[in-house]
């Protein structure tokens, strides 16, 4: 999710100095509420709270903090959906309303948060009905594989769509070790089976939005429309990939406030810098109508769409080695790579040298590389 950060010419003055930049922001802005998250009909709602962000602060110069709070839906016809603490990550600042799966199109709600003494509410929203997706594809050119969607807005088209993705994919590490060491020892050893942690899955969740605009389109009908690339030679190709594309009709007012934010991404889309009078959005402090908090709230119901592919448009990639070493003694192997989280993998050649290679150990185990072993529920082979 992205996170507030002002004054656009800050950051475009950033990327053309070599002195370390330092963006100061007004005691009152630095300290406002951000409040992220669409309540989503017949889904889990996820919330975040967080604060505007100092520019190097997100940059890592200094550890980011989480508004904690009380965070819950409310319905026009008396009910609340509470979070639900034990499925949130308050370290991250999500909370987690199950109930919302019970919601329902006929009525309206509403996001309220308390948070640091104050009182925060969305508008009453009705929720807007799911546009239908008709496929979810795939294509590939030379260097890309492009996932492709087919929809219309349904009873409900308003001519703008936003789509989140979940992604998960079976891939393998660089290198297939084939030697360990003994640590009492430091005698390097050929493994009988090789090592255990080849193939793992991985999975990552896009919850920034691709915003699609078809007012212009005839008849409302988007036609393998590409919505995500990723290179050939990407570990997603190696054996088996899914993805679940999670589309949702939008207002105009909605879509221009997302496009906003997207046009002014910066930083890997992490930070944006937008005009602050354009990113309010439709939430207010109950308790002080003055205090600034940003954040725009939806409701909606969403549809969904899964697909598998298999790895035939994978490309394979020289894997280059310069992060490989070849330790020239027992102490070398214990006081420097071992403790670096180096490993033997297997006979090679680096450089000018021929021995047994060293590497991190995300070249040659999947869970350090980001993987787990466990099997997805609704993995299809």
């Given at each position: 999710?992205?996170?507030?950060?002002?004054?656009?010419?800050?950051?475009?003055?950033?990327?053309?100095?070599?002195?370390?930049?330092?963006?100061?922001?007004?005691?009152?802005?630095?300290?406002?509420?951000?409040?992220?998250?669409?309540?989503?009909?017949?889904?889990?709602?996820?919330?975040?709270?967080?604060?505007?962000?100092?520019?190097?602060?997100?940059?890592?110069?200094?550890?980011?903090?989480?508004?904690?709070?009380?965070?819950?839906?409310?319905?026009?016809?008396?009910?609340?959906?509470?979070?639900?603490?034990?499925?949130?990550?308050?370290?991250?600042?999500?909370?987690?309303?199950?109930?919302?799966?019970?919601?329902?199109?006929?009525?309206?709600?509403?996001?309220?948060?308390?948070?640091?003494?104050?009182?925060?509410?969305?508008?009453?929203?009705?929720?807007?009905?799911?546009?239908?997706?008709?496929?979810?594809?795939?294509?590939?050119?030379?260097?890309?594989?492009?996932?492709?969607?087919?929809?219309?807005?349904?009873?409900?088209?308003?001519?703008?769509?936003?789509?989140?993705?979940?992604?998960?994919?079976?891939?393998?590490?660089?290198?297939?070790?084939?030697?360990?060491?003994?640590?009492?020892?430091?005698?390097?050893?050929?493994?009988?089976?090789?090592?255990?942690?080849?193939?793992?899955?991985?999975?990552?969740?896009?919850?920034?939005?691709?915003?699609?605009?078809?007012?212009?389109?005839?008849?409302?009908?988007?036609?393998?429309?590409?919505?995500?690339?990723?290179?050939?030679?990407?570990?997603?190709?190696?054996?088996?990939?899914?993805?679940?594309?999670?589309?949702?009709?939008?207002?105009?007012?909605?879509?221009?406030?997302?496009?906003?934010?997207?046009?002014?991404?910066?930083?890997?889309?992490?930070?944006?810098?937008?005009?602050?009078?354009e990113l309010k959005g439709n939430i207010l402090c109950e308790t002080n109508p003055d205090l600034p908090v940003y954040g725009?709230?939806?409701?909606?119901?969403?549809?969904?769409?899964?697909?598998?592919?298999?790895?035939?448009?994978?490309?394979?990639?020289?894997?280059?080695?310069?992060?490989?070493?070849?330790?020239?003694?027992?102490?070398?192997?214990?006081?420097?790579?071992?403790?670096?989280?180096?490993?033997?993998?297997?006979?090679?050649?680096?450089?000018?040298?021929?021995?047994?290679?060293?590497?991190?150990?995300?070249?040659?185990?999947?869970?350090?590389?980001?993987?787990?072993?466990?099997?997805?529920?609704?993995?299809?082979?």
């Open positions: 999710m992205k996170k507030i950060a002002f004054y656009t010419a800050c950051l475009l003055l950033v990327s053309a100095c070599i002195y370390p930049y330092s963006l100061e922001l007004d005691k009152e802005v630095s300290q406002s509420l951000v409040i992220e998250g669409d309540i989503l009909v017949g889904d889990q709602t996820v919330v975040k709270l967080s604060y505007v962000q100092n520019l190097n602060q997100s940059q890592g110069y200094s550890r980011i903090t989480y508004p904690s709070g009380t965070v819950w839906v409310e319905c026009d016809n008396g009910d609340s959906f509470p979070a639900d603490l034990s499925l949130s990550d308050l370290t991250r600042g999500q909370y987690v309303i199950p109930g919302t799966l019970e919601a329902s199109l006929e009525n309206r709600y509403r996001l309220v948060v308390e948070a640091e003494g104050n009182k925060y509410a969305s508008d009453w929203l009705t929720p807007n009905e799911a546009p239908v997706v008709n496929g979810l594809s795939f294509s590939a050119d030379d260097y890309n594989v492009k996932v492709v969607i087919s929809m219309e807005g349904g009873p409900q088209a308003s001519g703008y769509a936003g789509i989140t993705f979940e992604e998960t994919w079976e891939f393998h590490v660089d290198y297939a070790a084939m030697y360990g060491v003994n640590p009492k020892t430091w005698q390097v050893e050929a493994l009988q089976n090789g090592y255990p942690n080849f193939w793992c899955w991985r999975r990552q969740n896009n919850l920034n939005f691709v915003l699609i605009d078809y007012t212009q389109v005839a008849g409302g009908v988007v036609k393998e429309y590409p919505f995500y690339a990723f290179s050939r030679s990407d570990n997603r190709n190696h054996r088996r990939y899914s993805i679940i594309a999670r589309v949702r009709n939008l207002s105009e007012e909605e879509f221009r406030y997302r496009k906003n934010l997207n046009d002014n991404s910066d930083i890997g889309g992490d930070l944006f810098s937008p005009n602050p009078g725009y709230i939806a409701a909606c119901k969403v549809a969904s769409k899964r697909e598998f592919l298999d790895g035939i448009y994978w490309k394979r990639s020289v894997i280059p080695d310069w992060g490989l070493v070849i330790p020239s003694d027992a102490d070398e192997m214990e006081y420097y790579y071992y403790e670096k989280n180096y490993r033997p993998i297997d006979m090679m050649a680096v450089g000018d040298q021929t021995g047994v290679a060293w590497g991190p150990m995300r070249c040659m185990d999947c869970i350090a590389a980001g993987g787990t072993k466990e099997r997805p529920d609704f993995w299809e082979e």
